[in-house]
């Protein structure tokens, strides 16, 4: 029997209609037998990379994976897709489990380190003759000291090679540094992997920060915070840096009349379980946890994270903060700091076994306080601390969305540099700044910095305003900070030093800064009301554009999907996402085959659950005269920035690319023409027309993709010579290493075309002579693929030519009949289907189509009926 396709499997058990970057083409390699390293951000879709070669060749995927609750969740949401997912462990009651699973029974199998380590060498040699496709070790940065999370037992992994020879091993991390990758492909001694590395950018993500004082109002703030997200169904992780706060946090909340579950390290291993259980299930939307809780939870629809304490490094925020919003839905991260907190590097300290690890502790440490005190871009400043670049503001955190609060700090400025200089480089912060408030403590008097000319000169701002700049100096580089025998001394930098000579205590050139919270906080003016306005829509029904009829039926399929986990003893979740709910509430489908079409829609869920949502649908749609069956491609939420701001913001360059699109799809014009185009005020590159319109591309602008590929000059062979280099640097976004690898006539616009046209499952090979990658000539011959639009309305999207139609009209449609024409044609419209079948009417057509793709023998991608 035939594999089935990577797209079928996609939609038949996930119910996705495109694979997310990078996917496919690791799923490609393992299917080849190639050992593969996937560093991929949290939330970015790695599982599917092993979920999905089993189900293509029907052999088991080991997956080793470090907590039995993390495998026991993604075991049962596995089996609520209709995958036959087990695992093997300590708090496993099927008795035949171990048994089943070397008799090939499972087509995924999870088991922790330890087990894998420990089972008989009988159990794998019978598990490969029953077959096993792959090896996949999750979490895998745990292999290497370096990581965060070493686990011994991980590192006997490379003992299984010596039985399961020719399986390819497949490592999966969201987290690791150059040491640590190299330590994963020593230690699994992986063979010329493939090395993916994607980019750490968590685009769904709202950044922000607050300063706290820890006082009874900004506990109330924190539990206004709270019920904003629970009140729109939307679970929350508040995560404390000590037990007792958690302890305090989770009191308050229950004052407040909020249930929230607690898991700290202290508490029984049953209670943590139930914590854990009722959080999952959605039983209680907040959890309030030490970081104890984190790694172990595979819950895709938390809305919220909130830190609660500076964390101790970047590395971990991100982490934790990575557990917010994995299903792509728009989803915020707080921090709320206090001054306090940085006080706490000798508690983190204590964990160092040399000096080198507490060194490394207090630089990491540093990091995130940087992170605190930031008045700039804080994606920016993350992207760049894990080496990622990124050319312009998010547009997505507090610091961009926030009124813009830059003013001239360089009178204060200078006396701070000055300040510190004159101190000579001994001391932290603290010193400078009580000379600069006047202090006459006896440290000062015996430095005679009393003598200073700048003594008593900052007394109008407070110690904690002045900390503040103090961070603010820091992040510009006006500042360096060094460690030396756990102190921390502060110096000014040449950078510094350069501000300094071009100014004197009466004149300084303006040095415009932006202000953040916790300066106005200290200057008396309450800057909670700006900053928390401006992303109260992100996670709110207003920015899914709901109506309040469309808000009530949300809530209603909410019910039933809660209903029906209960019933079948798992977490909502697993039945299906906030996003596939969303979409129906959108679309409101009235028949199997619509809701089939709805993304994230699988053949389990349509069986088990279809009737019971169609029917609330059908019938709630009614009580709220709701129209049934509305247009869905509009419906696109990817986009997290907050509502208001999306609209400010992406005006402009969604107008330029959209005029771009229009001049270069409808009117023809060339990217030379359009670039100098008399309508425009300047001219502009070509390049930037060039990438206008694959933008558009992306956004789901209908393309004719030969005729771009003929225009930037992008061949077959081309193609072939960037999917080589792509391969050889093993990442697809650094342009740079890829362009070196190709001769010079391989423009960066052919790279970037290549990777969009991957990107949206269009081949060029396929695009520029109607050739399938299987080597089949399509009956499409060289006519072009088309993208669709969802702007534009509706148009053909792939023709049959017209030869064969007009030769085969009076074909008369059956269910076998249809099956075999869109067999035979790899993707084929509506359009061209009705008119193949002349002989019927069009209506039986369409009901023909409307059941087979409703009982999953077809679906649709791109608006073209495929087979199953
Ligand atoms: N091609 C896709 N289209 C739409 N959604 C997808 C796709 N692939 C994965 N997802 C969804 O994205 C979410 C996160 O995926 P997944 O759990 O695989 O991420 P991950 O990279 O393994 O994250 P983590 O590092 O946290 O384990 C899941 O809800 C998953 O169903």
């Given at each position: 029997?035939?594999?089935?396709?990577?797209?079928?499997?996609?939609?038949?058990?996930?119910?996705?209609?495109?694979?997310?970057?990078?996917?496919?083409?690791?799923?490609?390699?393992?299917?080849?037998?190639?050992?593969?390293?996937v560093?991929?951000?949290?939330?970015?879709?790695?599982?599917?990379?092993?979920?999905?070669?089993?189900?293509?060749?029907?052999?088991?995927?080991?997956?080793v994976?470090?907590?039995?609750?993390?495998?026991?969740?993604?075991?049962?949401?596995?089996?609520?897709?209709?995958?036959k997912?087990?695992?093997?462990?300590?708090?496993?009651?099927?008795?035949n489990a171990?048994?089943?699973?070397?008799?090939?029974?499972?087509?995924?199998?999870?088991?922790?380190?330890?087990?894998?380590?420990?089972?008989?060498?009988?159990?794998?040699?019978?598990?490969?003759e029953?077959?096993?496709?792959?090896?996949?070790?999750?979490?895998?940065?745990?292999?290497?000291?370096?990581?965060?999370?070493?686990?011994?037992?991980?590192?006997?992994?490379?003992?299984?090679?010596?039985?399961?020879?020719?399986?390819?091993f497949?490592a999966?991390?969201?987290?690791a540094?150059e040491?640590?990758?190299n330590?994963?492909?020593?230690?699994?001694?992986?063979?010329?992997?493939?090395?993916?590395i994607?980019?750490?950018?968590?685009?769904?993500l709202?950044?922000?920060?607050?300063?706290?004082?820890?006082?009874?109002s900004?506990?109330?703030?924190?539990?206004?915070?709270?019920?904003?997200?629970?009140a729109?169904?939307?679970?929350?992780?508040?995560?404390?840096?000590?037990?007792?706060?958690?302890?305090?946090?989770?009191?308050?909340?229950?004052?407040?009349?909020?249930?929230?579950?607690?898991?700290?390290?202290?508490?029984?291993?049953?209670?943590?379980?139930?914590?854990?259980?009722s959080?999952?299930?959605?039983?209680?939307?907040?959890?309030?946890?030490?970081?104890?809780?984190?790694?172990?939870?595979?819950?895709?629809?938390?809305?919220?994270?909130?830190?609660?304490?500076?964390?101790?490094?970047?590395?971990?925020?991100y982490?934790e903060?990575?557990?917010?919003?994995?299903?792509?839905?728009?989803?915020?991260?707080?921090?709320?700091?206090?001054?306090?907190?940085?006080?706490?590097?000798?508690?983190?300290?204590?964990e160092?076994?040399?000096?080198?690890?507490?060194?490394?502790?207090?630089?990491?440490?540093?990091?995130?306080q940087?992170y605190?005190?930031?008045?700039?871009?804080?994606?920016?400043f993350?992207?760049?601390y894990?080496?990622e670049?990124?050319?312009?503001?998010c547009?997505?955190?507090?610091?961009?969305?926030?009124?813009?609060?830059?003013r001239?700090?360089?009178?204060?400025?200078?006396?701070?540099?000055?300040?510190?200089?004159?101190?000579?480089?001994?001391?932290?912060?603290n010193?400078?700044?009580?000379?600069?408030?006047?202090?006459?403590?006896?440290?000062?008097?015996?430095?005679?910095?009393?003598?200073?000319?700048?003594?008593?000169?900052?007394?109008?701002?407070?110690?904690n305003?002045?900390?503040?700049?103090?961070?603010?100096?820091?992040?510009?580089?006006?500042?360096?900070?060094?460690?030396?025998?756990?102190?921390?001394?502060?110096?000014?930098?040449?950078?510094?030093?350069?501000?300094?000579?071009?100014?004197?205590?009466?004149?300084?050139?303006?040095?415009?800064?932006?202000?953040?919270?916790?300066?106005?906080?200290?200057?008396?003016?309450d800057?909670?009301?700006?900053?928390?306005?401006?992303?109260?829509?992100?996670?709110?029904?207003?920015?899914?554009?709901?109506?309040?009829?469309?808000?009530?039926?949300?809530?209603?399929?909410?019910?039933?999907?809660?209903?029906?986990?209960?019933?079948?003893?798992?977490a909502?979740?697993?039945i299906?996402?906030?996003?596939?709910i969303?979409?129906?509430?959108?679309?409101r489908?009235?028949?199997?085959?619509?809701?089939?079409?709805?993304?994230?829609?699988?053949?389990?869920?349509?069986?088990?659950?279809?009737?019971?949502?169609?029917?609330?649908?059908?019938?709630?749609?009614?009580?709220?005269?709701?129209e049934l069956?509305?247009?869905?491609?509009?419906?696109?939420?990817?986009?997290?920035?907050?509502?208001?701001?999306?609209?400010?913001?992406q005006?402009?360059?969604?107008?330029?690319?959209?005029?771009?699109?229009?001049?270069?799809?409808?009117?023809?014009?060339?990217?030379?023409?359009?670039a100098?185009?008399?309508?425009?005020?300047?001219?502009?590159?070509?390049?930037?027309?060039?990438?206008?319109i694959?933008?558009?591309?992306?956004?789901?602008?209908?393309?004719?993709?030969?005729?771009?590929?003929e225009?930037?000059?992008?061949?077959?062979?081309?193609?072939?010579?960037?999917?080589m280099?792509?391969?050889?640097?093993?990442?697809?976004?650094?342009?740079?290493?890829i362009?070196?690898?190709?001769?010079?006539?391989?423009?960066?616009?052919?790279?970037?075309?290549?990777?969009?046209?991957?990107?949206?499952g269009?081949?060029?090979?396929?695009?520029?002579?109607?050739?399938?990658?299987?080597?089949?000539?399509?009956?499409?011959?060289?006519?072009?693929?088309h993208?669709?639009?969802?702007?534009?309305?509706?148009?053909?999207?792939?023709?049959?030519?017209?030869?064969?139609?007009?030769s085969?009209?009076?074909?008369?449609?059956?269910?076998?009949?249809?099956m075999?024409?869109?067999?035979?044609?790899?993707?084929?419209?509506?359009?061209?289907?009705?008119?193949?079948?002349?002989?019927?009417?069009?209506?039986?057509?369409?009901?023909?189509l409307?059941?087979?793709?409703?009982?999953?023998?077809?679906?649709?991608?791109?608006?073209?009926?495929?087979?199953?």
């Open positions: 029997m035939q594999s089935p396709s990577m797209d079928s499997t996609l939609k038949k058990y996930f119910g996705y209609s495109q694979f997310r970057p990078y996917q496919k083409e690791i799923i490609k390699k393992v299917l080849q037998g190639r050992d593969c390293l560093v991929m951000a949290t939330g970015s879709g790695k599982s599917l990379c092993y979920q999905i070669p089993p189900l293509v060749v029907r052999k088991t995927a080991v997956v994976s470090p907590l039995l609750s993390l495998m026991q969740d993604q075991v049962m949401s596995l089996q609520q897709r209709g995958i997912a087990e695992y093997l462990g300590s708090t496993q009651t099927n008795k171990l048994s089943d699973a070397e008799k090939g029974a499972f087509d995924i199998l999870y088991m922790t380190p330890e087990k894998a380590c420990s089972l008989s060498q009988r159990f794998w040699v019978n598990l490969l029953a077959g096993i496709c792959l090896l996949a070790v999750d979490e895998a940065h745990c292999i290497s000291e370096w990581g965060h999370d070493f686990r011994k037992e991980y590192k006997q992994l490379h003992l299984l090679r010596d039985v399961l020879l020719n399986v390819p497949v999966l991390t969201a987290t540094t040491k640590v990758r330590d994963i492909v020593c230690s699994l001694l992986l063979r010329e992997p493939q090395i993916t994607g980019s750490f950018d968590r685009t769904n709202f950044y922000g920060v607050k300063s706290c004082n820890r006082s009874g900004f506990l109330d703030e924190l539990v206004t915070e709270v019920l904003k997200y629970s729109n169904a939307g679970s929350t992780i508040i995560y404390c840096t000590t037990i007792k706060d958690t302890e305090q946090i989770n009191e308050v909340l229950r004052n407040a009349g909020i249930e929230a579950g607690m898991y700290h390290g202290q508490m029984g291993s049953k209670a943590r379980e139930e914590s854990h259980r959080f999952i299930r959605d039983e209680v939307r907040v959890m309030v946890a030490t970081i104890a809780f984190g790694m172990g939870i595979d819950k895709p629809d938390v809305r919220c994270v909130i830190h609660f304490g500076c964390p101790k490094s970047l590395e971990s925020y982490q903060s990575g557990r917010c919003g994995r299903d792509g839905l728009p989803s915020i991260c707080w921090l709320y700091y206090s001054r306090a907190d940085f006080g706490k590097a000798e508690f983190y300290c204590s160092a076994h040399s000096e080198n690890q507490r060194k490394s502790i207090m630089e990491s440490f540093m990091a995130a940087k605190c005190a930031l008045g700039t871009c804080r994606r920016n993350l992207l760049e894990f080496g670049r990124s050319a312009s503001d547009g997505n955190c507090d610091n961009c969305t926030g009124p813009k609060r830059e001239d700090l360089s009178r204060e400025s200078f006396l701070l540099l000055s300040c510190i200089k004159s101190c000579g480089g001994r001391f932290g912060l010193m400078p700044i009580d000379v600069l408030r006047g202090s006459r403590a006896k440290k000062i008097i015996e430095n005679n910095f009393d003598k200073l000319p700048m003594h008593g000169l900052g007394k109008d701002n407070s110690s305003w002045w900390k503040a700049l103090g961070g603010l100096l820091l992040a510009h580089g006006f500042l360096n900070e060094t460690i030396r025998d756990s102190y921390r001394f502060i110096s000014v930098s040449p950078k510094g030093v350069q501000f300094l000579c071009t100014a004197n205590t009466t004149q300084q050139k303006p040095l415009l800064l932006a202000v953040t919270t916790e300066m106005i906080e200290e200057e008396g003016v800057s909670s009301q700006s900053k928390t306005g401006d992303h109260q829509s992100v996670t709110s029904f207003d920015s899914y554009g709901f109506t309040e009829a469309e808000t009530k039926l949300y809530n209603m399929l909410v019910g039933t999907r809660m209903k029906i986990a209960k019933d079948n003893g798992t909502p979740y697993a299906c996402g906030d996003q596939t969303f979409k129906m509430t959108k679309i489908p009235s028949t199997r085959a619509r809701l089939a079409n709805i993304d994230g829609v699988n053949q389990h869920f349509v069986e088990k659950h279809g009737s019971i949502f169609l029917e609330t649908i059908s019938l709630s749609s009614h009580e709220l005269n709701l069956d509305c247009v869905g491609p509009t419906v696109h939420i990817q986009s997290s920035a907050p509502k208001a701001l999306q609209q400010v913001s005006r402009k360059p969604a107008a330029a690319k959209i005029e771009a699109w229009k001049m270069w799809q409808n009117n023809g014009l060339s990217f030379r023409e359009i100098n185009s008399p309508g425009r005020p300047a001219p502009i590159k070509e390049q930037t027309v060039i990438s206008y694959l933008d558009a591309a992306r956004d789901g602008c209908e393309i004719r993709w030969a005729r771009f590929c225009e930037i000059g992008l061949s077959v062979d081309i193609a072939l010579q960037i999917e280099a792509i391969s050889k640097v093993g990442a697809r976004d650094r342009f740079k290493p362009k070196e690898e190709l001769p010079e006539n391989v423009t960066y616009d052919m790279i970037k075309a290549f990777l969009t046209m991957e990107e949206l269009l081949s060029v090979k396929q695009t520029l002579t109607g050739t399938s990658s299987d080597g089949q000539t399509e009956t499409t011959g060289g006519m072009e693929q993208h669709r639009c969802v702007e534009s309305p509706p148009k053909k999207l792939q023709k049959v030519d017209e030869q064969g139609l007009a085969l009209s009076a074909s008369e449609a059956t269910e076998d009949a249809i075999e024409w869109v067999r035979s044609h790899d993707g084929v419209s509506l359009e061209d289907t009705i008119r193949y079948f002349g002989g019927s009417k069009k209506d039986s057509v369409i009901g023909l409307d059941y087979l793709e409703g009982e999953f023998l077809l679906f649709k991608k791109n608006d073209l009926y495929i087979v199953m």
